[in-house]
């Protein structure tokens, strides 16, 4: 199966986390393309979505899942064991070039390192060009690169962090707004600010920041 290239289309990427909630499958788009990394695939088939492409080295999903991929037709991108890119990583990199938006699911959960690296990951600048979002159970964390408009509710905590960097960042609709302020890494001052609008708006003019939502 050869996934289109429309550029307006939200490509869902399954990892291989935690599976995904049941209220995280009902919230996605209507027949969204569907990239697997890996064991992802296991848990895109428990959900009852229908994958596009597999990629990774595949050393971690089961034989059934693989076989039933391949006869359903399935493009299978195999990767050697030895790589220095993760699962995410390659499904990022496909998932790029189809669409705008990629919303990541099943990143959550599993060994710590893999959850710190999958977020390093999603902020690459390589994908600056792409909305990126990861639904982490009961959070959510938004890749901010330029200008994005957060969707929650008055009063839920938005935590901002600088990645790779200083940014530079004016918000609207926060209760401790920033104006053209730089945030630096490795601090907490961006932490557990609260959305005064339905609609807060972040603009980041220089960096890269993580928007996290609880």
Partial sequence: MTPPTDPKVTVVVVAGGDPPTPEEIARLPANPIVVAADHGLDHAHAAGLTVAV???????????????????????????????????????????????????????????????????????????GVQIEAWLNDAQALVIHNHRTLETEPGATISLFALGGPAEITTKGLAWPLNDEVLEPLTSRGVSNQATTPTPQITVSEGVVLAVIP
């Fill in 54 to 128: 597999a990629v990774g080295d595949m050393d971690s999903v089961s034989p059934e899942a693989l076989t039933k991929a391949e006869k359903s037709g399935t493009r299978i991108e195999r990767h050697p064991p030895d790589k220095d890119q993760t699962d995410l990583e390659l499904a990022l990199e496909l998932s790029a070039r189809l669409a705008d938006r990629v919303v990541v699911i099943g990143a959550g959960g599993g060994r710590l390192d893999h959850l710190i690296g999958n977020l390093a990951v999603l902020a690459s600048p390589q994908w600056s």
